[in-house]
């Protein structure tokens, strides 16, 4: 039963509702302008965390110098590459170079090797992926790079697997920063244990590998409809390893801060978009590193690195869009690498 008491609140309420909406007929803009008017406030406020970040990924971007020697800006290796899968470790390599490696090295499989050389002249070519001393030949190498981008066209034959899994651990244990996609997450989902607590790990899955790794690691279905707390949860449990969830906004954590890149793209889905930020970030992880943060305004730096790479992905994606629409390739995307990193970072 109501009471009095309710009954008169409820016409009190009904009372200032109808007396609100008489005032604002009369005297304000109608309603859908007054939430058209937050909706853009609420915007300019993303537009502005957007721009705040991204002069974040300015900060460490190292400058042009003639004083420096080959390789100061970067050793990439890339760890990937079969008889099946050849265009990924090129597009990967390729980007690394594009955005500003001096050097980059791709480690595959014998049979792929001829393929990626082939592809362009720029890239060292390791064919050493698929021999019984594929860990050991790697490791001789490490020492002179500064991050490795472990995945791209990796496949999962199990000895190809098992070899990444003793290169990851060669990895871990001289402090190298290692950027993990494709076949690389189908790997971690299976042995979790392999990047627990590595906080020099940066995981980029798109939304089937992520469904994939939160139920390795959390034992249970993703909630689709709290995307933040899931990338949080996961990251968590990881031990704050930085998370990179691709999707229409790519969504960034690392267990403690969670970034949003809504980077105007396109809607064209080519294979190969996954490689581009792979191997930019790659490059972006050595800068941000070795910038500290410092220059992150205590921001970590690997999630910085992450947005860098996240934003450019989706700026060279627009700009090829607007050049070749519906028939779009990756390749036509690298080509835009370097003049939407100037837009981004350098105007």
């Given at each position: 039963m109501v009471t009095r008491a309710e009954a008169g609140a409820a016409v009190a309420g009904a009372a200032v509702v109808a007396l609100l909406s008489a005032a604002l007929a009369l005297y304000g803009p109608p309603l859908d302008a007054v939430l058209e008017r937050a909706f853009s406030l609420y915007k300019a406020h993303s537009i502005k965390d957007m721009e705040n970040t991204l002069q974040l990924v300015r900060n460490i971007i190292p400058p042009l110098s003639s004083t420096k020697h080959k390789g100061q800006d970067g050793r990439i290796g890339i760890v990937g590459g079969c008889q099946e899968y050849t265009g990924a470790p090129y597009f990967a390599a390729i980007s690394?170079?594009?955005?500003?490696?001096?050097?980059?090295?791709?480690?595959c499989a014998s049979t792929a090797a001829p393929v990626i050389k082939a592809y362009s002249p720029e890239l060292?070519?390791?064919?050493?992926?698929?021999?019984p001393g594929a860990v050991h030949e790697v490791e001789k190498w490490l020492p002179r790079l500064h991050a490795l981008v472990v995945g791209p066209g990796l496949g999962r034959d199990d000895a190809l697997l098992k070899n990444v899994k003793g290169i990851l651990e060669a990895s871990k244990a001289r402090d190298i920063p290692v950027v993990i996609d494709a076949d690389g997450l189908w790997l971690v989902a299976q042995q979790p244990a392999l990047i627990q607590g590595y906080r020099k790990a940066v995981l980029t899955p798109n939304h089937m590998e992520f469904s994939r790794l939160y139920d390795a690691v959390l034992r249970g279905p993703v909630d689709s409809d709290d995307r933040h707390g899931s990338?949080?949860?996961?990251?968590?449990?990881?031990?704050n390893v930085t998370v990179v969830q691709?999707?229409?906004r790519d969504i960034l954590s690392d267990g403690q801060q969670v970034l949003v890149c809504s980077q105007e793209g396109s809607s064209r889905r080519c294979g190969g978009q996954g490689d581009l930020l792979s191997g930019s970030l790659g490059v972006l992880v050595h800068w941000a590193l070795l910038a500290g943060p410092e220059k992150t305004n205590g921001s970590s730096p690997l999630l910085v690195a992450a947005f860098g790479a996240c934003s450019l992905t989706?700026?060279?994606?627009?700009?090829?869009?607007?050049?070749?629409?519906?028939?779009?390739?990756?390749?036509?995307?690298?080509?835009?690498?370097?003049?939407?990193?100037?837009?981004?970072?350098?105007?």
């Open positions: 690394a170079l594009k955005v500003g490696a001096d050097l980059s090295h791709v480690f060292i070519v390791h064919p050493v992926l698929d021999s990338l949080l949860r996961l990251s968590q449990a990881l031990g691709k999707g229409e989706r700026q060279c994606n627009h700009q090829a869009f607007q050049k070749h629409g519906r028939s779009t390739t990756t390749s036509d995307m690298i080509a835009e690498v370097g003049t939407a990193f100037s837009k981004l970072f350098e105007t």
